[in-house]
């Protein structure tokens, strides 16, 4: 039963536009490449996941300043002023913490990552800031973030490590939240997801992801993003 004194939080999209700006087949993602030993290869986040062949994931991922237009909406929206404390949970290389300690230059950020790769590859002026780590088991206090971000990471882990996460989120965070996962609103998007997707173990549909959310008690905002 889902709790009725549980209000959701606003739906918000900071990311699609980025999403859909890299060009994807679909089909050649199944039929040219062994899909499962890609997948398997993928799930351990290691250097093949992040700049190896885009088989395996991101093909390369390299900081080009791509996050820093995001960073600035979701500082303006969420009115960031320095000395708030932010945590980027997937942080992965922490390029959008590092946009959001240029845009409100003051502010502390947090990251962590279950990717050693992604930490030790990092932007090198967040990096002593991250820490290798689960989203199901936050290491921080009750109470302790003025924003949480999590960007892509939920859809990634299986319904009792989602369930957990989620309330991790509600636990550390005492302010605003923000969680964004990939998601699907008609069976074209769903099919090119399925075919695009190397780690996802979580495929709803947004109405299911939202039901989720208020099953579980989260109280952020929260978005998606769409394999169009």
């Known amino acids: 039963m889902i709790r009725s004194d549980i209000r959701l939080g606003e739906r918000i999209d900071f990311t699609q536009n980025l999403h859909s700006s890299t060009k994807r087949d679909y089909v050649a993602r199944v039929v040219e490449f062994d899909k499962a030993d890609s997948a398997e290869v993928a799930c351990r986040y ?72 992604g930490i030790e590859n990092s ?28 960007l892509g990471t939920f859809h990634n882990l299986g319904i009792e490590e989602l369930w957990s996460g989620v309330s991790e989120l509600e636990r550390v965070g005492r302010r605003h939240k923000y969680l964004m996962v990939e998601s699907y609103r008609n069976q074209r998007e769903k099919a090119n997801l399925l075919y695009w997707q190397l780690t996802c173990r979580s495929f709803y549909s947004t109405d299911d992801w939202e039901w989720l959310y208020q099953k579980i008690g989260y109280t952020g905002d929260y978005g998606f993003i769409f394999f169009e």
């Open 46 to 117: 290691g250097e093949e996941y992040w700049d190896g062949a885009r088989q395996y994931g991101y093909g390369g991922y390299k900081y080009d300043g791509r996050w820093r237009p995001i960073a600035q909406r979701m500082a303006d929206h969420y009115g960031l002023k320095p000395g708030m404390r932010v945590l980027d949970v997937g942080c992965g290389k922490g390029f959008l913490l590092h946009e959001l300690t240029q845009v409100v230059p003051g502010i502390s950020v947090a990251g962590i990552d279950i990717s050693a790769y």
């Open 123 to 150: 932007k090198e002026e967040v990096r002593p800031f991250l820490q290798l780590g689960h989203a199901a088991k936050l290491p921080y206090e009750d109470k302790s973030f003025d924003l949480i971000i999590t």
